[in-house]
């Protein structure tokens, strides 16, 4: 089963940042539209950022403080956070997929997930 592979979660302190990794199997995810999630305890999943053909897409509680991007020859997508808020504290999920531009803020678009990472921002 394909399966993506997060890292760089742990705890910061608010106003901090961190850089989220998701490691996307070579070949064919190359061309699938990468996205990142977060879900925090008893909400719904949450979209965040988005990267398909080179262009982003951003939730607008992230917007101007997080970057997405990817860096294919490393098979790799990132999520830059910066001026992190303890509202910011959830599990984060990369997924990807051959995404249509109209539904890359849906989550039942992507085909393969992650397991997760937690970020906690303390105050």
């Known amino acids: 089963q394909v399966q993506l592979v997060e890292s760089g979660g742990r705890l910061v302190e608010v106003g901090g940042s961190l850089r989220l990794s998701c490691a996307v199997p070579r070949g064919t995810f190359s061309a699938y539209t990468v996205a990142w999630f977060r879900q925090a305890p008893g909400k719904e999943r949450e979209f965040i950022a988005a990267i398909k053909s080179g262009t982003t897409y951003y939730g607008d509680s992230v917007k101007g403080r997080f970057t997405i991007s990817r860096d294919n020859a490393k098979a790799t997508s990132y999520l830059q956070m910066n001026s992190l808020k303890p509202e910011d504290t959830a599990v984060y999920y990369c997924?990807?997929?051959?995404?249509?531009?109209?539904?890359?803020?849906?989550?039942?678009?992507?085909?393969?997930w992650g397991q997760g990472t937690q970020v906690t921002v303390s105050s």
């Open positions: 997924a990807a997929g051959p995404v249509i531009t109209s539904t890359v803020r849906r989550s039942e678009s992507y085909h393969y």
